[in-house]
């Protein structure tokens, strides 16, 4: 995370009761106003303290959301990961899986759908650095279904493309929960594993 000095050591540790308001503030302005219509003003006015001040914890706008997007996919990433560390049969392992992803999304809607909708800001290292996590995301659940595979549990299908279609359905959620007739998060959890497993499980 940000310094006091202004570096960065993004993903080291938990960043400070300040820094993590500040963080909070950015996300939600950026969830809301797009982040290239945010400026730092806005920023230093939502956690009500001057723009001077607010460069004691941060380099720029940037470097905000860059590590906004890179926290969000690795915690989601050892969340996910720590779950289902230690199950053996890969239709409970995905199941587990599936059901913890979509509880974190609901959880954290605001950061996950910055991610989703910001992630193009970024190019070179950034952007690679990004993406690296998010490949450990997805082979998560990709060596869950190859496993699945070898053991004749799931079908024979592109394990990737399994991945990148049941992730993308779930992705979606923050988009549309909660609504006026928001379903339990039990059941939207119940639903879309069913969808996932009654497609690709052997019969």
């Given at each position: 995370m940000p310094t006091a000095t202004g570096a960065t050591n993004t993903g080291k540790g938990k960043p400070s009761g300040r820094m993590e308001e500040i963080l909070t503030c950015a996300a939600n302005l950026f969830y809301k106003k797009g982040y290239h219509v945010t400026t730092i003003e806005d920023l230093a006015n939502e956690v009500g303290m001057l723009k001077g001040s607010l460069y004691y914890y941060i380099k720029s706008k940037e470097d905000l959301l860059y590590q906004?997007?890179?926290?969000?996919i690795v915690a989601g990433q050892?969340?996910?990961?720590?779950?289902?560390?230690?199950?053996?049969?890969?239709?409970?392992?995905?199941?587990?899986?599936?059901?913890?992803?979509?509880?974190?999304?609901?959880?954290?809607?605001?950061?996950?759908?910055?991610?989703l909708h910001e992630f193009d800001v970024f190019a070179g290292r950034r952007r690679g650095r990004i993406e690296e996590e998010m490949t450990k995301y997805q082979k998560l659940f990709v060596d869950i279904v190859l496993n699945g595979q070898k053991q004749k549990k799931f079908g024979d299908l592109d394990p990737w493309l399994i991945v990148d279609g049941f992730l993308g359905m779930c992705n979606w959620i923050y988009r549309w929960y909660p609504g006026e007739k928001s379903p339990s998060v039990e059941l939207v959890k119940k639903t879309f594993t069913a969808m996932v497993l009654n497609g690709i499980t052997r019969r």
């Open positions: 906004l997007l890179l926290d969000v050892l969340r996910v990961s720590e779950r289902i560390r230690g199950i053996e049969d890969p239709v409970e392992q995905l199941t587990i899986g599936l059901e913890e992803h979509i509880e974190y999304i609901i959880e954290n809607q605001v950061r996950v759908g910055l991610f």
